[in-house]
Nanobody, 124 residues
């Protein structure tokens, strides 16, 4: 059974940090795009960050503009776990963050696999 498990969310103050994890199982995800999208009530999901396999254990990273310089996405050596280090968090980062994986779509809008989501709340 293919599964993505989100973890690491929580309630923090503005300026604090959180680290999200996405553990994938049930198949090999090393060549898949993996990353996160987020959603707040009443709004559509929006892309946050993703990694794309380039080969030779190297991954490209993509970020939405508003998180560049604050968030860092990475993968473990096997490529089946992704991490999102979020620093200098802002209240506007508050959302449910969903891990996603897809063999082709780096934006993850039409991702094949989804995690259950983890709540990130940033108070001002």
């Amino acid at each position: 059974q293919v599964q993505l498990v989100d973890s690491g969310g929580g309630l923090v103050q503005a300026g604090d940090s959180l680290r999200l994890s996405c553990a994938a199982s049930g198949r090999t995800f090393s060549t898949y795009n993996m990353g996160w999208v987020r959603q707040t009530p009443g709004k559509e999901r929006e892309f946050v960050a993703s990694t794309r396999w380039r080969g030779d254990d190297v991954y490209y990273a993509y970020y939405r503009n508003s998180v560049k310089g604050r968030f860092t996405i990475s993968r473990d050596n096997a490529g089946n776990t992704a991490y999102l280090q979020m620093n200098s968090l802002k209240p506007e980062d508050t959302a449910v963050y969903y891990c996603a994986a897809d063999p082709r779509d780096t934006t993850l809008r039409t991702a094949e696999y989804w995690g259950q989501g983890t709540q990130v709340t940033v108070s001002s």
